[in-house]
């Protein structure tokens, strides 16, 4: 069984910053990507960012230049960091994580989702 935690979310004004965390835990052998989706109201999921196990990321153009994917393999954690917040990035930011739960099988995580409400 896996387990993700995220934490982070909130209301900012338009121009702010977050942070949003997602700690993976359970039967954890290794992990390979993990990535940030979100869902708007009335618009399918999206990618918003994702980090190979070797570092290597991939933003949305919509958020490119102002966010950052980083982890802590340590910790099996990932985090996104974005600035200059529009009220356009309002929506349920979701954690995805790829993962090998013992050898030989693999395995895709979410998370529960945390609201993210950029407004003034």
């Known amino acids: 069984q896996v387990q993700l935690v995220e934490s982070g979310g909130g209301l900012v004004q338009p121009g702010g910053s977050l942070r949003l965390s997602c700690a993976a835990s359970g039967s954890i052998f290794s992990i390979n990507a993990m990535g940030w989706y979100r869902q708007a109201p009335g618009k399918q999921r999206e990618l918003v960012a994702a980090?190979?196990?070797?570092?290597?990321?991939n933003y949305a153009d919509s958020v490119k230049g102002r966010s950052t994917i980083s982890r802590d393999n340590a910790k099996n954690t990932v985090y996104l960091e974005m600035n200059s917040l529009k009220p356009e990035d309002t929506a349920v930011y979701y954690c995805?994580?790829?993962?090998?739960?013992?050898?030989?099988?693999?395995?895709?995580?979410w998370g529960q989702g945390t609201q993210v409400t950029v407004s003034s």
């Open positions: 980090i190979s196990s070797g570092g290597s990321t």
């Open positions: 995805n994580v790829d993962l090998i739960p013992r050898v030989g099988v693999r395995k895709n995580s």
